[in-house]
C-alpha cells in the first residue's frame, strides 16, 4: 500500500491530473476565447459520462497495479515516452484550434454558414483533422505514460472506433459544402486518425 502513496505514483498521478485539468480548462478556454463566451457551453470542457467513466477505469487499473505489481510502473522510458505523446497530443490539438479559429467547433456543423471556409494550411496542409488526431495520441498517451496496459488498448481501440465512425459522417457534411475543392483536399491530405481514409 505504500507504493500508492510513493514517489513512482506521485509523479505518475500528478502529470495525469495536471494534463487533464490543462487539456479541459484551455478546450474551454479557447473556445470561449475564439467564439464569444456567451457562445460557449459547459460542452466544451468535453467532459461526458463516458469519458468520466473511462478515466475511472484508468486510475482503478492504475491503483491495482501499483499495489500488486509495482515494479510494472518503474519503467520510466516508457512512462516518459507516454508523457512525450501526451505533450505532442495536445500540440497539434491546440494547433488545429487555433489555426481553424472560428471554424473550429466541437460540434459537427451540419448547415453550412457564410463565414464557414475550408482551412488547408498550417497543420491541416500535415492532417485533416488534427483535433482527433490530437486527441488521439493525448488519450492513448495519458495511459502509457501511467504503464496502463489495458486501458491503453482499451483507449486506442475506443477512441478510433469514436473517431473512425466520426470523420466520414462530418466528412459527409464538408463535400456538401466545399464539393470538389474538399475532395481533392481529402485525396491529398490524410485524415490523421491511423486506418481512416
Known amino acids: 500500500m505504500a507504493a500508492v502513496f510513493g514517489y513512482t505514483a506521485c509523479r505518475q498521478l500528478s502529470q495525469m491530473l495536471f494534463a487533464v485539468i490543462f487539456f479541459h480548462v484551455s478546450e ?13 457551453t459547459l460542452q466544451s470542457l468535453l467532459i461526458s459520462k463516458h469519458y468520466i467513466i473511462a478515466m475511472a477505469c484508468s486510475l482503478l487499473e492504475y491503483l491495482l497495479e501499483i499495489i500488486f505489481l509495482p515494479r510494472l510502473k518503474e519503467l520510466w522510458w516508457i512512462s516518459n515516452f507516454g508523457l512525450a505523446m501526451v505533450i505532442t497530443g495536445e500540440i497539434i490539438r491546440k494547433m488545429g484550434i487555433l489555426t481553424a479559429g472560428r471554424a473550429f ?21 500535415f492532417v485533416r483533422h488534427p483535433g482527433y488526431c490530437g486527441f488521439f495520441i493525448w488519450s492513448v498517451g495519458i495511459q502509457v505514460m501511467l504503464l496502463n496496459p489495458f486501458c491503453t488498448v482499451a483507449f486506442a481501440v475506443v477512441v478510433w472506433r469514436f473517431f473512425a465512425e466520426r470523420i466520414p459522417y462530418e466528412e459527409y457534411f464538408l463535400r456538401q459544402f466545399f464539393g ?7 485525396r491529398r491530405v490524410i485524415s490523421g486518425v491511423p486506418f481512416v481514409k
Request: a negative charge.
Open 180 to 186: 470538389e475543392e474538399y475532395e481533392e483536399y481529402a
Open 28 to 40: 474551454y478556454g479557447l473556445a470561449a476565447s475564439i467564439h464569444g463566451r456567451s457562445n460557449v
Open 105 to 125: 467547433t466541437h460540434l459537427i456543423k451540419i448547415y453550412h454558414e457564410d463565414d464557414h471556409k475550408l482551412v488547408t494550411h498550417g497543420i491541416y496542409s
